[in-house]
């Protein structure tokens, strides 16, 4: 049993490493303890994301159910013959996060299958389930049973994954316009995708940029360097998308450079160092 689970959580490294290079080196930063738990959640969620977004010549909503159905036999059997299902059950089993996160999380995937627009309450709905109730997730796992310390960072950990969420959008605005027919931000016309529009989406970041930050500060030390890394990716790539103007955000996919990256990775190092972030 233990080569069949280190295998399954080998899968779900591999699975971070393939689809997010920034994840799974802010990842690595993590105590060791902290790594193999966070990929496991990853690894889970890339590949519900990946059935709604892009098996565009199979039927999602079939493929959507199994998982979601083999999800929670897993959860049930403490066992699953899919790798990244199994991974994920001993990780939520190991640190009893609450299925209602997992509920939420699937309930936003299967909105991905059937809508192309939000109102305000759509959005926030989807933005929970899709963003928060992961950085909640994760967060459970770097409170390591302390369920003081989780309710105190829970309002910071749900902005972060906001804010990572709502960057992702505007990052890939071009193909989930045009190849999927989606429009996450309401109210938002991306025919005639103004300044006054982008600024709007912009504060609305900003404003869970600073309140995620808040919460980083109060981590544990064992995880706040990696996260601080997350985030220090994210709001770099916010910055850039910031002075883009609008009528290029719909040409082109934004990317920060991987000399960036490494310099991000050795100032925030640094600043770790002298405990100053």
Do not use: W
């Not at 059950?89 to 996060?97: A, D, E, L, M």
């Not at 994954?161 to 505007?170: E, I, M, P, S, Y």
């Not at 193909?175 to 982008?198: A, C, H, I, Q």
Request: with cysteine; net charge neutral.
């Amino acid at each position: 049993m233990h080569l069949f689970n280190e295998l399954s959580q080998q899968c779900s490294k591999a699975t971070t490493e393939k689809y997010s290079t920034s994840f799974s080196s802010a990842i690595k930063l993590l105590h060791p303890n902290l790594r193999t738990p966070i990929f496991n959640v990853y690894g889970f969620v890339r590949f519900a994301d990946e059935i709604v977004d892009t098996f565009h010549d199979f039927d999602k909503e079939v493929l959507l159910s199994e998982f979601k159905n083999d999800t929670y036999i897993a959860l049930q059997r403490r066992i699953s013959l899919n790798p990244i299902l199994n991974s994920f059950q001993t990780t939520v089993n190991k640190y009893s996060i609450p299925h209602h996160l997992i509920e939420a999380f699937f309930k936003s995937m299967q909105m991905d299958l059937c809508k192309a627009s939000y109102d305000s309450d759509g959005y926030k709905e989807y933005i929970y389930g899709s963003a928060e109730v992961v950085g909640l997730m994760c967060l459970y796992i770097f409170c390591e049973g302390n369920c003081e310390m989780y309710e105190k960072l829970k309002p910071s950990a749900s902005a972060l994954g906001a804010a990572f969420q709502k960057v992702n959008f505007l990052r890939d605005v071009k193909d989930d316009y045009e190849l999927l027919s989606r429009t996450y931000f309401p109210g938002v016309d991306f025919k005639n995708f103004s300044t006054d529009m982008k600024l709007q989406i912009e504060e609305e970041i900003s404003a869970d940029f600073i309140a995620a930050y808040e919460g980083i500060l109060k981590l544990p030390i064992k995880a706040k360097f990696g996260v601080y890394v997350a985030y220090k990716y994210y709001l770099s790539l916010f910055k850039k998308i910031k002075d883009t103007p609008p009528v290029h955000i719909l040409e082109q996919r934004i990317r920060i450079p991987n000399y960036s990256k490494m310099f991000i990775v050795a100032k925030a190092g640094l600043r770790h160092q002298l405990n100053i972030l």
